[in-house]
């Protein structure tokens, strides 16, 4: 599609989706793709809000060049650095020499040093507001969203939040823009993948974010990825999930994230989860290490208060992949989590000790006694595999 496409009057959608990227930040899968979202709005004077990944540029600009219809653009507001949007900014000054780019403080150091761009730069202070005629924008800068030059654009005569990547979902558009167009429900847990993998670290600056925009009043959200936000329910909906996972609040259910080289450790996590189900917990979810993509396991743990992680005991360490799952749990300063554990060996074991650092790092409330396998399952291993899950569908239940 390369003309722009109105959301309404005066704005326009001229993003692009992506559906040739494997892996986004060359690190998560993106099995539907994501889009690169940038909006235009036409006054008296023009704004454009972020660019696209420079991959996307020459449709990009074929976009904008029609939206703008002759019309000069004036403004480019620069909610986010990363350049998954400023890709495709250095190119948009050189068609667009007189365009003003719009930014605070840290967004000007990063303009000159991914682009070399120091003229025409308007650098904007928090709650600075800017005319373009009949629609006024007002600046609120949103540090370590998860960058920290990451700023949102209110505008305020037609309430459009233009929000970064908040509220941003993997997942691309196709045909439709806004969650009126679409199936929203699609993309709820693209949106907790998309923020547990990359904003996940953040909760504390995004829940500043969220005190500071809690006073506006908010008919569009505009994110830098994935669907426009207009319907009153749906609205409410992103903002509360972006308030639950930034808060670390999880939903009753339990992820069960083991490795296992041979099938014995595996069967641990089966008789653990076979018991969670025999009380009655509905969501249990293993994921085997080696298979499937951290980015998933890492979304369930965001979602889920329990969390049970076991490993072989390999090379006197930890199974590779399961550390490796460690230090992305640690690394997002995961909270307010239910942990159990188990581990195997065959003549040494170092793995259940290594999770017992890990429970003890994260100041996660551990429940049931750890369970640690000589080779392979006996009733003993057996039994104490069912108590681990009887603790924690004891422990999920007490919060009903
Ligand atoms: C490459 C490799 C390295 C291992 N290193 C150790 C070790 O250092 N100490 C130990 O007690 N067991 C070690 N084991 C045995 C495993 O911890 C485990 O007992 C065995 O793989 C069975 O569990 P599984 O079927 O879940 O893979 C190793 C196994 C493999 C294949
Ligand atoms: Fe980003
Ligand atoms: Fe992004």
Redesign the pocket.
Known sequence: MLKPIPIKEDLFYVGVNDRTKHLFENLWPLPKGVSYNSYLIKDEKTALFDTVDVCYSDTFFHKLEIALDGKQLDYVVINHMEPDHSGSLGLLKSRFPNVQIIGNKRTADMVQGFHGITDGVKVIADGEELSLGKHQLVFYLTPMVHWPETMMTYEKTSKIIFSGDAFGTFGTLDGGITDAQLYPERYYDEMIRYYSNIVGKFGSPVQKALEKLSTLEINYICSTHGPVWTLPDQIEKVVSIYDKLSRYQGDEGVVIAY????????QMAETVAYELAQQGIREIILHNVSKRSHSYIIRDIFKYKGLIVGS??????LFPEVEYLLSKVEGRDMKNRYFGYFG????????VKRLAQFAEDTKFEVVGNPVEMK??MQLDTHDACIALGKAMADRLKQDR
């Open positions: 490795g296992s080289m041979y099938g014995n450790t595996e072989p005991t390999y090379n006197n360490k195997s060996f065959t003549w040494a074991g170092a793995a080779q392979a």
